[in-house]
């Protein structure tokens, strides 16, 4: 197994930051990470896809709103990322 081809390990810290991670990857990571940190007890979780052109954002906005286990989610107040980062609410 090459370098690439390693799992990534994430901290379920309730801050997902998707810079190192290409758009092809979201379809699996988000719904995994959320639910791993539903699992911990996170009531919310941010996660951070920078302003960029959006097309990063969007496709974590797709993805959120077909998560049955996603109650609500919007863009971050400023000081936790503004435009450049998403809180989703989780259901209990």
């Excluded at 896809?49 to 496709?59: P, Y």
């Amino acid at each position: 197994m090459n370098e690439e081809e390693q799992p990534v390990r994430i901290p379920i810290n309730g801050t997902l930051d998707l810079h190192t991670f290409r758009p092809s990857e979201l379809g699996d990571l988000l719904p995994e990470y959320l639910s791993a940190c539903r699992a911990e007890g996170f009531s919310s979780v941010r996660i951070v896809h920078g302003k960029g052109t959006g097309a990063l954002r969007e496709g974590v906005h797709a993805i959120l709103k077909r998560l049955s286990d996603v109650e609500r989610f919007q863009l971050c107040p400023a000081h936790e990322g503004g435009w450049g980062a998403t809180r989703a609410w989780l259901k209990r």
